[in-house]
């Protein structure tokens, strides 16, 4: 096969498919015309896009669209399953069936290696965790994967997530299964939110695939819209800031003084804010542009006032997610149920795996029997317990989902610890009520901080980078040398301080200018367009900040 | 709004962005001062990001089969016999980035090897000194070669340290100080207070108080404590043996050691201003220990040393921001007063990377500049063998792609020169790395072997290279055991 067709058809681990590469546009393009064929018919419509969508995967993943391939057979074969069976038990059986096989492929891919590196260190065994899709694919299409690593599949938490929506909400009645098989592949696998969300329900999208196509004009300038403040926030902001600060400070924190790892972390929380709302950004303009309404994913989170309020304006669709299939069958705020103390078995189990120290399990035992007594001689005990334990598990899980290590556990635990904090502190707080524009501010600051502060456990590469990180803004911060230290970073300073103006501007000004590029008529908004691409290259080309170390 | 209206818009966007490339300038468009537009070119909207970096991944995917059979197969000259399941022996062999040396003179570093050859006879300790920049900071690339040489040759510990460290050293070993030490250094801006250049052979020293109180006047405590790192070599915790280097105290001091916060040793040190050493044998290390100084004036410390009682010490010596031209500006009496003490036998010379940045197109200044710093380090310590690494591949951005700083070539040449034009060997890092382009792929590798600033080493980057020029050296040890094996069966 010539080069050229080799890149454009077959997979290559250098160059996936992503939003921000050209490639993807002159997929897009490719996408485009025939849909504009095809869209009319929705079996077809729905078909060719479920194989577009394959493609897109193949490209991104490679052969792991397999596995995809898979969790869409399973789950549409058992979702009608659980939809014919009369009795409860059948239906039971059909539904842990399916939330067995999705859990262990996700678990398989993601905690395989610290499983493998738990049984080697208990029982002294030499296992070691072997990619075996990457083998196979080395052998039989003489591919070079390292077989050693094993990757997760591009996207598995986010497709496996709506399979998983999808079972459960037939088990529950709530929707009826879907009839045809491409067009459930579709619900699984449309492109634009498939390897980095909105978690799409399958009662929310299900209903659009038997929708006509229909895109007002309004909508067009929205899409175009989010297209555009989507690639702006990843690559202006974003990709800038962290080619030219966040990335070289993370990866060496000693090295930096306390300064430029507090304005690390800062830019962190710009960063990832930018990278995946801007991605999610451009995958609902792209989804509207094609006839498809996806969820909000993101509404300002760093205006939230208080942890829980953060927790509802991030990631929203996972937050929900968690809520609706986790958070809530545990008992939600009300009651610790069966499903609670097995949640908080494996939150545990997983600890004590992480540490390697079975002494932990004695001691967690007696933490459970002390709390269980004080709970039954003190009803304020039992109460607080009650509604707080569910609302810690499922934070410590939404940790774990991110990784098995410590530094997820302690996440996912300040979180948690912080949403709960917050609930005893509301009972109490004069300011509460207030809507002072003070009151509003500190709350403001107080909560970006504490998430920020959080993210030290996220984003540092390992255990000893947390604690350089830290070492270094309490003890060696570098004051002397900091008006030195914003001169040498301007750029990447400036280009901070107008990602958080833009973020905390009010929401008017932003809607206002929405109307505006709406408004303009196509050929304007083409020159639009252009203009903001090429603004965008000046900040993908400028010259690579210096490496400078300053000496304190 | 119909797809194909939107297939239109998104034609039309396509096009204009084509025309801007056909008839962009490919360099830019220069508008006031440094700023400068850019726009895609034709060639970019065809070619795939990661097409331009070099391909690094059979230099690591090799790595794992050089073992020191190989590498005494190789230096043996019976390669023809090996065969590696697996891989292919000759593509292994032309993997491995040979030391290089002045006029082919393979001879250059046989003083050192036989200094580590007779390791095994002598109860001696010799001594390597790693000089560097930023590259080498927190013990990165020397804490992998002193345990590959400690395994081998013998001996332990971390080897000389400042007492005050610059950022939270904790890799090979967890260093804390207390707050009131001053570190002073003779490298980089220079404190002009200083008025004389005694700095040691760290290029720095510490005080913990006013140098010129008396006596009757309060006194001030300061400690440092080393304790056992997570992330270290089990040579490297086992040091047996603890120095401290010093002089000019004008007055007394009181100097306490303590093992696992157990007081084992107290004493007063009378005043001097020679250069003295304190030193203590341990039996076993402990899991820390740590060293207390009071006193109303204080010396200069010029460092610690935590080696083993025989064997081969190697020190990390990082000089943030150095091009490595400091060695003829320092108190020449009091350096090689030091070197003798420390038994130094080689010194490994990496830098270079501070000069790549420096706007400079000739490198003959650099070149001759860095030759008399080797040929004053003969000077100062006889007999010693020196090793030039040259620097690592760094990158500049060229739009939107990583390109390698045209400087860096340049720069490594100029090293090489200097080795060369001295008499000394050389070891060409960029060339292992994988030549022009390399950094971006290591930069990006999976996991990330280098730093986002396309500069420094991440420890795995760092142990990855190490080994490298482990392999390097041992391969030349191996050649000269031969011959000096040959030479006592043939007399």
């Known amino acids: ?552 | 709004m119909k797809p194909s209206g939107i297939l239109l818009f998104f034609t039309s966007v396509f096009a204009l962005l084509f025309t801007g490339a056909i008839f962009f300038p490919e360099h830019g468009l220069q508008i006031a001062g440094k700023l400068r537009l850019q726009f895609f070119s034709k060639k970019e909207l065809f070619t795939p990001e990661a097409n331009y970096y070099a391909n690094i991944s059979s230099i690591l995917s090799q790595q794992k089969y050089i073992t020191d059979s190989l590498l005494l197969a190789i230096a043996d000259g019976h390669t023809e016999e090996l065969i590696i399941p697996g891989a292919n022996t000759d593509s292994l062999i032309s993997s491995i980035t040979r030391i290089e040396y002045p006029a082919h003179d393979s001879t250059v570093l046989w003083p050192l090897f036989r200094s580590l050859r007779n390791l095994s006879s002598s109860r001696q300790l010799i001594r390597i000194m790693h000089y560097g920049d930023s590259q080498i900071e927190d013990d990165r690339i020397t804490s992998l070669l002193r345990n590959k040489l400690q395994s081998r040759f013998g001996g332990s510990g971390a080897g000389l340290v400042p007492v005050s460290q610059l950022y939270p050293y904790g890799y090979s070993m967890k260093q804390t100080s207390s707050a009131n030490w001053n570190r002073f250094t003779g490298f980089g801006k220079l404190d002009t207070a200083i008025k004389h250049r005694r700095y040691g052979t760290l290029a720095s020293y510490c005080t913990f108080a006013p140098q010129n109180r008396h006596a009757e006047q309060d006194t001030t405590t300061a400690w440092v404590k080393f304790s056992k790192s997570p992330h270290s070599y089990s040579n490297t915790k086992r040091f047996t043996q603890c120095r401290v280097f010093y002089s000019q105290n004008r007055e007394p001091f009181l100097n306490e050691l303590f093992q696992d916060n157990i007081l084992v040793d107290a004493d007063i040190v009378p005043a001097t201003t020679r250069l003295k050493v304190i030193r203590w044998k341990l039996d076993a290390p402990g899991d820390n220990l740590k060293l207390t100084f009071k006193g109303t004036s204080s010396p200069e410390f010029y460092g610690i040393a935590l080696d083993g009682q025989r064997g081969v010490a190697v020190d990390n010596i990082p000089l943030r921001g150095s091009s490595g031209l400091f060695f003829t500006r320092m108190d020449q009496q009091l350096m090689k007063e030091m070197f003798r003490e420390l038994n130094v036998k080689c010194f490994i010379l990496q830098f270079g990377g501070n000069f790549v940045p420096s706007g400079l197109h000739n490198f003959d200044g650099y070149e001759n500049w860095f030759a008399s710093q080797i040929l004053q380090l003969k000077k100062l310590c006889p007999g010693a063998s020196i090793l030039v690494i040259g620097v690592a591949d760094m990158s500049v951005k060229e739009k939107n792609r990583y390109i390698t700083d045209p400087n860096v070539e340049k720069v490594r040449d100029a090293l090489r020169n200097a080795a060369f034009n001295t008499g000394s060997a050389f070891w060409d890092m960029y060339k292992a790395m994988g030549g022009e382009n390399s950094m971006p792929s290591w930069v990006f590798a999976d996991p990330p072997l280098a730093s986002g600033d396309f500069v420094h080493f991440k420890p795995l980057g760092a142990k990855t290279i190490a080994q490298m020029f482990y392999n390097a050296f041992i391969l030349e040890y191996h050649r000269y055991e031969n011959h000096a094996r040959q030479i006592t069966s043939n007399p």
């Open chain 1, 1 to 552: 096969m010539p080069d050229y067709l080799k890149q454009i058809f077959l997979f290559n681990q250098d160059a996936p498919l992503i939003f921000t590469q050209m490639y993807f546009w002159g997929f897009f393009l490719v996408v485009l015309l025939f849909y504009s064929f095809l869209y009319k018919s929705k079996p077809v419509r729905n078909t060719y896009l479920w194989l577009v969508s394959m493609f897109f995967y193949y490209k991104t993943g490679g052969l792991f669209l397999f596995i995809l391939v898979f969790c869409t057979l399973a789950d549409f074969y058992i979702g009608h399953a659980i939809y014919r069976s009369r009795t409860k038990s059948g239906k039971k059986g059909w539904l842990a069936l399916s939330l067995a096989s999705t859990l262990l492929i996700l678990a398989f891919f993601k905690y395989d290696i610290f499983f493998t590196e738990t049984i080697n260190s208990l029982f002294n065994t030499h296992f070691h965790a072997v990619n075996h899709a990457a083998s196979w694919s080395n052998i039989f299409l003489g591919t070079r994967f390292d077989i050693g690593k094993l990757l997760p599949p591009v996207g598995i938490s986010f497709f496996t997530f709506q399979t998983i929506s999808y079972t459960v909400d037939v088990y529950r009645g709530e929707i009826k299964p879907v009839d045809r098989l491409t067009d459930y592949g579709f619900f699984v696998s449309f492109f634009p939110q498939l390897v980095a969300g909105p978690i799409v329900r399958a009662s929310q999208f299900i209903p659009q695939i038997y929708r006509d196509y229909s895109l007002s004009k309004e909508e067009f300038g929205q899409a175009l819209f989010m297209i555009l403040k989507g690639l702006i926030k990843k690559l202006f902001i974003g990709d800038f800031i962290a080619v030219n600060f966040v990335d070289r400070v993370f990866s060496n924190p000693g090295s930096y003084t306390g300064f430029e790892n507090l304005m690390g972390l800062y830019g962190y929380s710009l960063q990832v804010y930018c990278d995946f709302s801007g991605y999610t950004d451009i995958a609902t303009g792209l989804a509207l542009l094609m006839g498809f309404r996806l969820p909000r994913n993101f509404n300002s989170p760093y205006k939230a006032k208080n942890v829980g309020d953060f927790w509802k304006r991030w990631h929203i669709s996972l937050s929900s997610w968690l809520k609706d299939y986790l958070y809530i069958p545990m008992g939600g705020n009300r009651s610790a149920s069966v499903f609670t103390y097995i949640s908080l078995s494996l939150v545990l189990a997983f600890v004590v795996l992480l540490s390697g120290n079975f002494l932990l399990i004695p001691l967690f035992s007696g933490i459970i029997l002390v709390t269980g007594i004080l709970m039954y001689f003190f009803p304020a005990v039992r109460t607080s317990v009650h509604n707080n334990i569910n609302l810690m598990i499922t934070m410590l899980i939404g940790g774990l989902w991110h990784g098995a290590s410590w530094m997820f556990v302690i996440w996912g635990g300040l979180n948690g610890l912080g949403v709960v904090i917050y609930k005893f502190w509301k009972k109490i707080s004069p300011w509460e009520t207030s809507d002072h524009w003070a009151s509003d501010v500190l709350k403001i600051f107080i909560t970006f901080n504490f998430i920020t502060f959080t993210r030290i456990w996220f984003r540092a590469e390992s255990m000893k980078g947390t604690t350089d990180l830290l070492n270094q803004v309490l003890f060696q911060f570098g004051w002397s040398a900091v008006p030195e230290m914003i001169l040498a970073y301007r750029n990447v300073f400036v280009i901070m301080i107008l990602g958080y103006i833009l973020h905390w501007l009010s929401g008017s000004i932003k809607e206002k200018s929405m109307k505006w590029f709406t408004a303009i008529p196509v050929y304007q908004k083409v020159i639009v367009s252009t203009f903001v691409v090429f603004v965008i290259y000046q900040s993908v080309s400028a010259d690579l900040q210096p490496f400078i170390y300053f000496r304190f």
